[in-house]
Nanobody, 118 residues
């Protein structure tokens, strides 16, 4: 079982990035994106359930971040628009059941760094 997260990079404030989480060895159920900024705890950002319900765990993401899935590609995407410097963090995708705690998820991708700076 492997999750691979990619798509991070440098974006200017107000810019956009799309992160991808590709899975192998399992059929994607609930997938969440977490992020961890330097010196801070890992926090849940958004989740898509196996029935495609979307749960926002960070109010700041609502209206700016969109999560979607492509079952044929076994991939989940995180479209991030109107990026802010406070979005700077390592972003991780995780597979498990819906929830805001890291312990709700069994499998993790490696982090992909998002830096928002002018």
């Amino acid at each position: 079982v492997q999750l691979q997260a990619f798509g991070g990079g440098l974006a200017q404030p107000g810019g956009s990035l799309r992160l991808s989480c590709a899975a192998s060895g399992l059929t994607l159920g609930a997938i969440a994106w977490f992020r961890q900024a330097p010196g801070k705890e890992r926090e849940a950002v958004i989740c898509i359930s196996s029935s495609n319900s979307v749960i926002y765990y960070q109010g700041s993401a609502r209206g700016r971040f969109t999560i979607s899935r492509d079952n044929a590609k076994n991939t989940v995407y995180l479209q991030m628009n109107s990026l802010k410097p406070e979005d700077t963090a390592n972003y991780y995708c995780a597979a498990g059941r819906t929830g805001r705690s890291p312990s709700d998820y069994d499998y993790w991708g490696q982090g992909t760094l998002v830096t928002v700076s002018s």
